[in-house]
């Protein structure tokens, strides 16, 4: 009986380890487990007060298994690292790399100082710095931003969930796109129709992130 305790307790971990984002996992089983984890910027959150210099994440849910895009600055790089993901692209299957089809689209982008310091302004007038959207649901199936961002040592969380006022104070969103060279076009807000909504319920069985004060609360499915 110990033995079944010590394995099925070294299972929990390694589970729970499997489902933190650790940086650098471009798969999508490992990208399913932690995506709650990488939208809440946890490994962002782990050090922003040591870590000496502005880090910001961006992630765009436009619909979950139609698009999302995500965009990761690192100020002491001058780096943006952009990427698209979507359905699978059957075209790029490759024996050498099973996974190719849902990698989806990757590229890193050299900004320079007067690009960043437009992109610190762009969080400050979307009222990012000022998290006040505690309760707010995030469907896999609506249009929605979140930012995870360490500004000057501290962490903040935010999210724009589209019909809100609060995605109409967001700025960011052009800014961003206008510095996007994967060449995918961002899929734009839409109504669902009652048919669309039905089949994307039912086939895809969208989940649920809810924000509570400075992160997530929850993944649901």
Known sequence: MFVLRSLFAGLMVIF????????????????????????????????????????????????????????DIFFYARKMTMQVRGQANVAQFNLNDLFAPWRGVREDLVMNEKELSILRKSLK?????????????LYADDFYWTVAACVDGVFH?????????????????????????????????????KVDKYEYEKYQKPFLLEVSGNGLVGFQK
């Open 16 to 71: 729970a380890a499997s489902c933190t984002y650790q940086g650098g996992a471009n798969d999508p089983v490992s990208r399913k487990f932690s995506w709650f984890s990488y939208i809440n910027g946890d490994d962002i959150r782990k050090v922003c007060a040591d870590l000496g210099t502005d880090r910001y994440r961006f992630v765009y849910n436009g619909i979950y298994q139609e698009q999302t895009r995500s965009y």
């Open 125 to 137: 007038e979307s009222a990012a710095l000022h998290n006040d959207q505690k309760g707010l649901r």
């Open 157 to 193: 969380f935010d999210a724009y969930l589209w019909g809100t006022d609060h995605w109409n104070e967001m700025v960011f969103d052009d800014l961003l796109f206008s510095w996007d060279v994967t060449g995918v076009e961002p899929v734009k807000p839409r109504v669902l129709s």
